[in-house]
């Protein structure tokens, strides 16, 4: 039995989300239907993390465990052709037996996309936040520095999950600018749930002026989400890079 790590992206516009789910559309279950076709047996994948309804992925990883010899060269080439259109393999190389997607992972990298609009768009609605206000870019950027460390990030949570730990290190946070395309990098040793997506909409009112920079730790140290920006969509949110 050998192990085998997995590049895969995919528009998770259709999907509800990565993990199987009974009786519902998810990335996992397309991709082990393909992988079982491929091989003729039963195969399980265990991915970096979950991503949610409807969020996308860059460069997500898997791993799967099969005692079949392939080349691992084109191996993605001929995987694709079984696999729905929304979602491809990049790369595909053999590991050690103890590699784990999940728990050998030592930072992800989100990356969320804004639109920055006056009137719908249509051709960008699936894959971003389309925001009509106007917004100081500067004061997100200066924002950002506040979220920076190893912090209790229990506020930028939905308020009736329950966890035991939620302190998470950030590593970096970036606001970009191109044109009308607003870009927010964030990486981390890990997220909560809905973690990037609020962040994002937190920094969104801090350039709306409805959060003052300074209100910031205090919204971060009260560990309550009220205080917090809305929870954005999923559609903007891509799972850029995880690093092991």
């Given at each position: 039995m050998a192990r085998y790590k997995l590049t895969l992206c995919y528009d998770g516009s259709e999907y509800y989300g990565f993990q199987r789910q009974p009786n519902l559309p998810t990335v996992q279950s397309a991709l082990e239907e393909a992988l079982a076709k491929r091989f003729q047996e039963e195969i399980t994948v265990q991915a970096s993390g979950r991503t949610d309804a409807g969020v996308h992925a860059i460069a997500q990883v898997a791993h799967f465990d099969t005692d079949k010899e392939f080349d691992t060269a084109t191996f993605g080439y001929s995987l694709n052709t079984l696999l729905p259109k929304d979602i491809a393999i990049t790369s595909c190389v053999k590991v050690g037996d103890n590699f784990h997607a999940r728990f050998d992972a030592k930072s992800k990298t989100y990356l969320y996309k804004i639109c920055l609009s006056k009137i719908h768009s249509p051709l960008k609605r699936r894959y971003g936040h389309i925001c009509f206000y106007d917004l100081d870019v500067s004061k997100m950027q200066d924002a950002c520095k506040y979220f920076v460390g190893e912090h209790d990030f229990r506020a930028f949570m939905l308020a009736d999950e329950e966890k035991q730990n939620t302190v998470r290190q950030i590593y970096s946070l970036q606001v970009e600018q191109?044109?009308?395309?607003?870009?927010?990098?964030?990486?981390?040793?890990?997220?909560?749930?809905n973690m990037v997506r609020i962040i994002a909409g937190t920094l969104i009112d801090v350039g709306r002026g409805r959060i003052a920079l300074e209100d910031i730790p205090e919204i971060i140290n009260s560990k309550k989400h009220v205080g917090t920006g809305k929870t954005l969509e999923p559609c903007g949110l891509y799972l850029y890079k995880v690093e092991y």
């Open positions: 191109n044109g009308e395309d607003l870009n927010i990098w964030i990486s981390g040793n890990g997220f909560l749930h």
